[in-house]
């Protein structure tokens, strides 16, 4: 941001926002409206009721000066006399009408005064002879009343002329008189020396007077109080700006300030709190200026240590980590030397293990113990440590001779913390007394942290790489003998196949033979047989074919680990391999009365597959649900689904434990293993079954649950051209 360009430069006001100093003339000047306001309404208020009581006392006064001095107008009804008392009563300012009348209301004279229009003057004067007329024989003490009459706001006097046999003195009329004129009713006088009702007196006054007084009243005081507020404005103006100079003048400054300009003063013109305010803030600019000095020294010094620091890390063998550092610290502290010590752990002594700069072979071949020199006390106390004269400070150090020959003065030396304990010291010397200051120690205190991390990292590299050299020898070797095993696992696995397909070929050889006679003596090719003899030759060849079956499970058992179990795609029928299989068990069904079920789909497509292999596994599938089922029957469903044929085998069985329903597939697994087990066979045919409908393409899994049969179903690719993973 430029200076000036701040947001709360002058003359980059926000539009809308009103400035303090209105703000404050404004405040004021209300404030100054409001208290003038109140006061000349209050004035005013008092002038008006002020008014209005003299003007009340004023017309009762010259009414009853009236009714006294025409008392004997009255008696007499001299018209004369009482037009004359009339006349001057007219005189008195507001007066309009006078009316003068015996007890009976009967007029003795009257009087009125034209003031205004001719026509307005005529109305009112009516309506008051009419109202006057009215109320003249009904007199009967002094009163007073208000009323509109025409366009005039008038009080309506009146008060009795009363006689007495006696006249008074000449004394008590000037004391009646005189309270009359002071605004005082004279006091009654008692019944017995009070005279007789003669007539009345009736005065009506226009209020027009007062009314223009008091309007005369309310424009001084509306003059007074503007010229109060204008000269509270010019007050307020002067005030404010002599408190908002200054302000903005700090605003502007601060604006400057905040654009990055931390030059900026303000001027202290005063010694009051605006004054005291001006010098806290150059105070305050001030120490942000230091401050930030401060602060961009420690960005650039915490920049150089973050640099130093990821060089440092990068570094995973130890002595160039430890050349790094040593050379990191000279140049940070803009030192002669810097040398760094590592524990030893067969001694418990330290040594350099690193330096930098010119450095004496004394000094490098010396081993420090825990509290000699200045590198011991640092080991011992685990503190940092500074010296600014080595040879004063440290006469009694065993190595004052090498340091002095090495010419060093000033040394601040830290120490290398890791997992709790010193492993070694980092030293940086000068030949200048005095060179180095409390941020050099700490400036080399925050590098000794990351570089006993450096330390520690290149020491674990060292030990995981000698122990990955040990790891990769050791496996290699042992490498070598799984391979040297697994060899002779595969020579062995061969010879064993190899034992059983020979096997199996010498025995089904013999088998073979020991059959063909059987068949040929029951077919009495040889002559008639006995009974007894044929009952036992029909029991050898049952046992001979049973023995045949186990012996082909072996031999295809040992092609499958031999990799020579293959398929002979040809086209097939499988609604005949249905069948054949059907017509080969139906015996045994029969034999357990057991029913026999086919469902086939309807249209089904010639495959290509090996028959004679899917015509294996069918029989083993339907072979075992027979032979483990005693009672139902067996269901065997073929259908279309995904452009492979679904077949399933069903039965009503004791059905398979889900612990088991995927071991049955293993080799010579069986459901029931014991040597008691009532029903025979090697474990091999679902093995068998399993691997043949893989190598077609297809899979094989079964569906049971204990007590309620079992199903097993498979699927089978309509065309095999060749078998799964062979090219």
């Known amino acids: 941001m430029a200076p000036g360009k701040g947001p709360m430069a002058r003359g980059n006001r926000q539009p809308g926002k009103v400035s303090l100093k209105v703000k404050a003339i404004a405040s004021i000047s209300l404030l100054i409206l409001a208290v003038g ?10 002038t008006k009721e002020v008014f209005t009581d003299e003007l009340q006392k004023r017309a009762l006064s010259l009414t009853r000066n009236l009714a006294h001095n025409s008392k004997y ?8 006399i009482l037009r004359e008392l009339i006349h001057g009563i007219l005189q008195e300012e507001g007066v309009l009408y006078v009316l003068i009348a015996d007890a009976a209301g009967k007029e003795l004279a009257q009087g009125f005064k034209e003031i205004g229009a001719p026509a307005a003057t005529k109305q009112a004067v009516a309506r008051a002879r009419e109202h006057a007329s009215a109320l003249a024989g009904q007199v009967t003490a002094s009163s007073i009343h208000y009323h509109v009459v025409g366009t005039q706001e008038v009080y309506h006097t009146a008060a009795p002329v009363e006689t007495a046999v006696t006249t008074p003195s000449r004394t008590e009329e000037q004391l009646g008189a005189a309270m009359l004129l002071l605004g005082k009713e004279p006091e009654p006088e008692p019944t017995a020396a009070r005279g007789a009702r003669r007539g009345s007196v009736q005065i009506i006054m226009s209020l027009g007077t007062m009314q223009a007084t008091i309007r005369r009243t309310l424009v001084t005081g509306v003059g007074l109080t503007l010229a109060i507020i204008l000269l509270g404005v010019l007050i307020s103006f002067v005030f404010v700006g002599y408190i908002l100079s200054p302000l903005r003048a700090m605003a502007r400054a601060a604006s400057q300030i905040a654009a990055g300009d931390l030059s900026q003063r303000v001027e202290v013109t005063t010694r009051d709190e605006i004054g005291l305010l001006a010098m806290t803030f150059n105070e305050m600019t001030s120490s942000l200026e230091q401050n930030e000095g401060a602060l961009r020294r420690k960005v650039a010094e915490t920049a150089t240590l973050y640099e130093i620091g990821q060089e440092i890390t990068a570094q995973v063998a130890l002595k160039p980590a430890l050349k790094l550092i040593v050379e990191r610290a000279q140049g940070l502290l803009e030192a002669e030397s810097c040398l760094l010590s590592l524990r030893q752990e067969d001694t418990g002594t330290f040594g350099i293990q690193a330096y930098s700069g010119t450095v004496p072979e004394a000094l490098a071949r010396v081993q420090v113990r825990p509290g000699e020199g200045l590198t ?9 440590m500074m010296v600014n004269d080595y040879a004063k400070e440290y006469r009694d150090s065993p190595f004052l001779a090498a340091v002095q020959e090495a010419g060093i003065r000033s040394v601040v030396a830290v120490p290398l913390n890791a997992r709790g304990a010193v492993i070694g010291v980092l030293a940086v010397t000068s030949r200048v007394p005095n060179k180095f200051n409390e941020e050099d120690r700490q400036l080399l205190s925050a590098l000794a942290d990351q570089a006993a991390i450096a330390i520690e990292n290149a020491k674990l590299y060292e030990q995981v790489r000698q122990y990955a050299e040990e790891l990769e020898a050791k496996v290699k070797a042992r490498t070598q003998e799984l391979q040297e095993a697994n060899l002779r696992l595969e020579v062995a696995s061969r010879h064993k196949s190899q034992f059983l397909a020979n096997m199996s070929h010498e025995l089904r050889t013999p088998l073979n033979a020991i059959l063909g006679y059987t068949e040929l003596i029951l077919d009495s090719i040889y002559g008639a047989v006995p009974e007894k003899i044929r009952d036992v030759m029909v029991r050898v060849d049952k046992s001979g074919r049973h023995l045949l079956g186990l012996i082909n499970d072996v031999l295809d058992l040992s092609k499958i680990e031999a990799g020579q179990l293959t398929v002979a795609p040809a086209d097939y029928s499988l609604k005949d391999i249905i069948q054949t299989v059907v017509t080969a068990v139906e015996a045994l069904a029969a034999e357990k009365k057991l029913a026999l079920k086919v ?6 497509p010639r495959g290509r597959g090996d028959e004679r292999r899917i015509t294996q596994v069918l029989l083993n599938l339907v072979g075992n649900a027979i032979k483990f089922t005693e009672a139902g029957g067996v269901h065997i469903e073929v259908s279309l689904a995904d452009g492979a044929f679904l077949v399933s085998v069903a039965d009503t069985g004791p059905g398979i434990a889900p612990a088991d329903q995927e071991k049955i597939f293993e080799e010579f697994h069986q459901v029931d ?5 009532p029903k025979g066979g090697t474990g091999l045919g679902l093995a068998i079954a399993k691997r043949i409908i893989e190598i077609h393409g297809g899979r094989i899994w079964v569906e049971s649950e204990l007590g309620k049969g079992s199903t097993f179903r498979f699927t089978l690719p309509v065309r095999v051209e060749h078998q799964a993973g062979a090219a």
């Open 599 to 604: 469902s086939i789909a309807p249209d089904l």
């Open 37 to 46: 306001g109140i006061l000349s309404w209050y004035f005013l208020g008092q």
């Open 673 to 677: 293993s014991s040597s008691t087990r």
């Open 376 to 384: 011991g006390r640092v080991i011992a106390t685990a503190t940092p």
């Open 73 to 80: 107008g009255v008696l007499t009804e001299d018209e004369v």
